[in-house]
């Protein structure tokens, strides 16, 4: 089972565009700048998006995209689907492979990966834009809390550093230079 950059993004461009819609449509230049992800990239995402019926486009001055339906309507797996993510840990587990090793720990290794599949379907299928909306609010904390620490942690660094440069300044014009002292 892997989860791609593909399905990662997804899931991300929608939670931004849930975000900031507020009902009005959102362009894929405002979601790409605000989550540093490609526009062309993107483009390809939201196509799959509003091929899948998770998203509609409104064209026009003032046009993009929308959710096509309530946000807690759109579940986590719906968005996989629809940009063809396969999170199927037993999907490689066909054909040759399953003739060739016709043995117990093949059949038991086989439904337990199948049902562990099962399980991750069904938790991406109750988990809804809505419910990781409603939960932004106790992340943004989380997010303000480490981008304050990096920023005095930044801050810290550029005293030290500009310490460093003004106490170097001021040697350099007490010492003189080592040429002199050798003439």
Known sequence: MRLTSKGRYAVRAMLDLTTHSNGNPVRLQEISERQNISLHYLEQLFRKLRNGQAVKSVRGPGGGYVLSRNMDEITVKDILDCVGENINPAKDIVGTEAEAANTVEFHLSK?????????MRDYLATTSLGDLVRKSSEVQGDVERVNAEKAQQQQAN????????????????????IGEINQ
């Open 111 to 119: 439904n337990y990966f199948q049902n562990l599949g099962l399980i």
């Open 158 to 177: 550029n005293v030290a550093t500009s310490t460093e440069g003004t106490m170097s300044a001021f040697a350099s014009g007490i010492r003189t230079s």
